[in-house]
Nanobody, 115 residues
Framework: VQLVESGGGLVQPGGSLRLSCVVS????????MSWYRQAPGKEREFVAA????????NYPNSVKGRFTISRDNAKNTLYLQMNNLKPEDTAVYYC?????????WGQGTQVTVSS
């Protein structure tokens, strides 16, 4: 099983980034997918989630209205569109695939928001 994130980088406040997570080794369309992030010295926190077939997204208040999660089951890929980025969004972003008792994590991609 592999989850490979990409798309991170350095962006100025107010800017945008689109993260991708390509999944292999599992039936992607059957997995609930989510994004988490972890800033230095802080615990990993939930950012966004999307169900396998229901496509019902879920966000915490900290990113609601700025971040959009989506998936392309034909490409086995999860996305996170991040707009109006703030310095407090700086973190390593991880994707996670979940089905039943199984959770799989990617290696993370760094997002830095700074002027």
């Amino acid at each position: 099983v592999q989850l490979v994130e990409s798309g991170g980088g350095l962006v100025q406040p107010g800017g945008s980034l689109r993260l991708s997570c390509v999944v292999s080794g599992v039936p992607f369309s059957r997995y609930d997918m989510s994004w988490y992030r972890q800033a230095p010295g802080k615990e990993r926190e939930f950012v966004a989630a999307i169900q396998s077939y229901g496509y019902i997204p879920n966000y915490p208040n900290s990113v609601k209205g700025r971040f959009t999660i989506s998936r392309d089951n034909a490409k086995n890929t999860l996305y996170l569109q991040m707009n109006n980025l703030k310095p407090e969004d700086t973190a390593v972003y991880y994707c996670k695939g979940s089905r039943g008792k199984y959770d799989y994590w990617g290696q993370g991609t760094q997002v830095t928001v700074s002027s």
